[in-house]
């Protein structure tokens, strides 16, 4: 896509949060959610997991999010991942999908999932659709928090580090 003279491309540095992050993490999160795309978060349980995050920052603007959710010995689940919409289709979020992988292999984790409305998207950076059953039960312990529970239409991916 050609880029207009209006709206230069800003360069994109993907980085581990920060305390500032909290609350634009908390405002790309809060939209996705309210779309029903990713599950609420407060800013109470980002503050608590806020190192699980990278951010994506163009200029001082946190225009995306991921974290990396360790939930069992040699697995892990990337959550929250939001790209604002402005931003979409740069790669961002492959390259947030990205860090969190390499943060996965550096932590010495196997294996790594999402749970997505867009499996395409993953199924692109190497993940491989797996059955739900396929989890460890701990981890449905966030559906019950989803609005679409029990009705959930997401999709299960996975990817061998």
């Known amino acids: 896509m050609a880029e207009s003279a209006a709206q230069p491309s800003r360069e994109v540095r993907i980085r581990k949060a920060r305390m500032g992050d909290v609350e634009p993490v908390f405002t790309l999160v809060t939209t996705y959610s309210r779309l029903e795309i990713l599950l609420p978060r407060s800013r109470a349980d980002l503050y608590e997991s806020l190192r699980e995050f990278q951010v994506a920052e163009?200029?001082?603007a946190?225009?995306?999010?991921a974290a990396l959710a360790i939930q069992w010995e040699g697995l892990a689940e990337i959550k929250s991942l939001a790209v604002t919409e402005a931003e979409q289709s740069r790669g961002i979020g492959r390259r947030l999908v990205g860090a969190c992988l390499e943060e996965a292999r550096g932590l010495g984790i196997g294996r790594v999932f999402a749970l997505t409305t867009a499996p395409a998207f993953f199924e692109r950076l190497g993940f491989a659709r797996i059955e739900k059953a396929d989890l460890p039960h701990k981890i449905w312990a966030d559906c019950i928090?989803?609005?679409?529970?029990p009705d959930c239409d997401e999709e299960p991916l996975a990817i061998d580090l």
């Open 62 to 65: 946190v225009v995306g999010c």
């Open 58 to 60: 163009a200029g001082a």
């Open 145 to 149: 928090r989803c609005p679409k529970f």
